[in-house]
């Protein structure tokens, strides 16, 4: 028996090592590793460094105000991005489900930004707001359109908006229309008998039915919304000035541009890690107790 | 409110939306074929003619064909690294009971919360040290790293899913376990393997930060990072720079166009299940 139990052992090792190696090399040990170096002086070069305690994580947060800028326009970024996003892919995923045409036709228009890597389709946008608006602003009737879109933080802001909005909805789309398809057919049919107006359907079957997708997608948003960097590199690079700095853009500059803060970076990368965390505890426990089964 | 208003107010609707996602597409697209001098007169108006001139010179001033091949070996290498490891991994912790397999399994599934940006500096420095930085190979094996918690949890759910009777049966056969793994289970897992491979190739394809913070050397570069290389070098040479953009997203949209009822099907059950 005791030879048995060692040999299931043995095997279990011996398929999960291959993995786990790479788990361990890649992600757990520069977790640990970051972990500590958070609580150090660190350059990222030199042998020596000096332990410094919490003295990282006090500095980011009560004296950094380009870190606390950085945050609070991640933090306003995500708020509009989560909402936005989720109600124009409900919207997207409720009308396409209604057509008995073109359905695949909308969803593949819809679904294909999501393809194309973040820097090349944001450097389109760069085209469209450096040259094709302007060129549309000088027409009498679009004239509204003749902003600074990539030069103006504050402009800057719903630049990002809008162009994270067109490579985001396409997958929680997908998964909305998963939802919908999954609502039992009598259910809706019985709402038809009892007269029930379209959006009657829309806030007392389809929405209640579709909780655990809405679950999913605010996760996803809330998650991904957070670590946004490459569109922002792509189109503003964070410019003008720091105007348009996200978290990640912060915690790269200290660790590399410049000030080679290695472990600063470190503290900064966990507080970051800490706010995504919790958030997303919140969301999904807040929830989850709201899903009902069909 | 009638049916036939509201039918008409969601084709308005999807339509607005649809020119709204193919717009800088399709602009990307006819200003490609553009000269310096007619983009200049109307960025607006169809090209006078289709004139590829600049997709041949871009192709050769971007580095395209190299930094391709890069990204193929990139790709290639992460794919089947998480999907060799993963499979036996998730497989296996899914099949055997007691604390030692829970706890591992545990440790895969939590690390999914750790987001990249955390560990991305230490992660770097770690590369750096087993020797993997400036390499599309060295790359792919680091990606791997970041992939497999993923896909470990996709197939342990999976493997739930599959009769024990079938492993049993193939070891009364006689076919050892690896044997049995090989012959009898693996090709039962294709249809999620395949939802890995969409959701990983993705991913690797398309990644940017990672290779920025690997890759130092232009000729180890990937598509996205010739790209944005070029970019920055030509940015005032609107159309070579479209020509580019246009180059390097066409292979990513014929696979999507072959592959795309799987493509979307992947993508639901990654998302649902993860």
Known sequence: MRSRRARTSLSLILFVLPAFALYLAFLAIPMIQGSYFSFTDWNGLNKTYGFVGISNFIEAIRDDTHFRTSILFTAKYVVVAVVLQNAVALLLALLIESRTRAKGFFRTIFFMPNMLSVIISTFMWVFVFSKVIPALSSYGALKFLNLSWLGDPTVSFWTIVIVSLWGGVGTLMLIYMAAIQGIPQHLKEAAIIDGAQPFHMLRYITLPLIVHALTICIFLTLNGSFKIYDLVYALTGGGPGRGTQVITMNILEEAYQGNLRFGYASAKAIILFLIIFVITMIQISVMKNREVEA | ?274
């Open chain 2, 1 to 274: 409110m009638s049916r036939r208003l509201y039918s008409v107010l969601a084709w308005l609707v999807l339509g607005v939306l649809a020119v709204y996602f193919l717009f800088p597409i399709y602009m990307a697209l006819i200003n490609s074929f553009k000269s310096q001098g007619e983009i200049y007169k109307s960025v607006l108006k169809l090209p006078s003619s289709l004139n590829f001139d600049n997709y041949t010179e871009a192709f050769t001033k971007a580095n395209l064909l190299k930094s391709g091949l890069n990204t193929v070996i990139v790709t290639v290498t992460g794919i089947v690294l998480i999907v060799f490891c993963s499979s036996l991994a998730g497989y296996k912790l899914s099949r055997t009971r007691g604390r030692l397999s829970g706890a591992i399994f545990m440790l895969f599934v939590s690390s999914m919360l750790v987001p990249f940006q955390t560990i991305m500096v230490t992660l770097t420095k770690m590369a750096r040290d087993l020797g993997l930085q400036g390499s599309p190979l060295g790359l792919g094996i680091v990606c791997a790293g970041l992939g497999v918690n993923m896909a470990v949890f996709l197939y342990h759910g999976f493997v739930k899913g599959i009769p024990r009777e079938l492993d049993e049966s193939a070891s009364i056969d006689g076919a050892g376990e690896w044997r049995a793994y090989f012959t009898v289970i693996f090709p039962l897992l294709l249809p999620i393997t395949f939802t890995i491979i969409v959701l990983n190739l993705l991913w690797l394809w398309n990644d940017f930060l990672l290779p920025v913070l690997l890759l130092n050397d232009y000729r180890a570069y990937t598509l996205v990072l010739s790209i944005n290389m070029f970019f920055g070098k030509y940015s005032r040479d609107w159309t070579l720079i479209l020509a580019s953009l246009v180059m390097s997203s066409v292979p990513i949209i014929v696979i999507f166009a072959i592959f795309q009822r799987w493509i979307i099907q992947g993508i639901t059950e990654g998302a649902v299940k993860g």
